[in-house]
Nanobody, 124 residues
Framework: QVQLVESGGGSVQSGGSLTLSCATS????????IGWFRQAPGKSREGLAA???????AYAASVRGRFTITRDNDKSTLYLRMNDLEPEDTATYYC??????????????????WGQGTQVTVSS
């Protein structure tokens, strides 16, 4: 059983930055396929960024160039650096993990394990 715990959310002004962390346990971190998602009220969960076991990354068009996903296998932790935040980025952010690399890396269908979420609020 993989456990994931997000942290680092908060409130920032437009143009600001935040770094989210996702601490994992229960499985060999380097063997996981992992990603970041977000969900705003009344909207479906959106895939933002994913990183394969090889280190290859994928980004949604809405965040490419502003967000950076990284993983630290020694610390069993996933990160999401978010720059140039906009009010439209306001949402609950989730990290997710999968044992297999089938499905689109930005699709919720790939992932079995989810964190509890951390809130990000961007004011104009």
């Amino acid at each position: 059983q993989v456990q994931l715990v997000e942290s680092g959310g908060g409130s920032v002004q437009s143009g600001g930055s935040l770094t989210l962390s996702c601490a994992t346990s229960g499985y060999t971190f380097s063997s996981l396929y992992i990603g970041w998602f977000r969900q705003a009220p009344g909207k479906s969960r959106e895939g933002l960024a994913a990183i394969e076991r090889s280190g290859i990354t994928a980004y949604a068009a809405s965040v490419r160039g502003r967000f950076t996903i990284t993983r630290d296998n020694d610390k069993s932790t996933l990160y999401l650096r978010m720059n140039d935040l906009e009010p439209e980025d306001t949402a609950t952010y989730y990290c997710a993990a999968a044992l297999f690399g089938s499905e689109n890396p930005l699709s919720v269908r790939r992932y079995t394990y989810w964190g509890q979420g951390t809130q990000v609020t961007v004011s104009s």
